[in-house]
């Protein structure tokens, strides 16, 4: 099943690149953004994929990191154009290389909510704007699932206590993504429906980085 899932992911990024061939014989910044943002979600599904099966090591999702500097250099930041900034401190913090110069320019709570994520992982003050972007998406009954989520990754990150018990919290939500329609609806790196199995739940990896905790496969209890 493993080797099966890379592949359709090999597959992806194929087309992806020919996608980017044709953006830029036509100069359509909507398709290169299309395609970033494909291309982005398929480095870090490959990744996580990885993470599960063999666990986590620097390099696990260096691939992401390489793929975004690459390609957003030939796009500027708009309004109308949408790339998947918003996650990718994220993941250059999971990586342990340089925080990235973000634009957030983000409409929705939970993809600001990634935005500040990324900044609190690099050091800086973001609990005023955190509190704002989490009451939004409580008043949203579909995202409650996301609401929980998004109110755990901040206890984590500010409590002084043992955080074993919230990490086992954020384990059994990241569970709850099997079968929640927020979630079965997302990208296929967000763990919702059948996807749960085979990935991690790498905002949880990166929080837990920050807080100098275990980060090999142990981190992860099976489910």
Known sequence: ??????????????????????ARASSNEQLLALNIRQGFSGYLLRALYNCKEH??????????????????????PSENIDIPSDRVNIIQFISRSDKLEVHNNFQVPDRILDYLLGEALFGIDVGESWAIELEKLAANKDQAL??????????LLNSQSDHAENIEKANALFDKRKTDSYFQGADQTEGGGEDNSFVVDY?????QQKLGQKTETGTFRER
């Open 1 to 22: 099943m493993f080797d099966k899932k890379l592949s359709l992911v090999d597959k992806k990024l194929s087309r992806v690149e020919k996608g980017f061939e044709a």
């Open 146 to 155: 996301c609401y929980e989520t998004y109110n755990n990754y901040w206890k």
């Open 55 to 76: 666990g986590f090591s620097d390099d696990t999702f260096k691939d992401v990191s390489e793929f975004y500097i690459q390609h957003v250099k030939s796009i500027e």
């Open 203 to 207: 905002r949880l990896l990166a929080i």
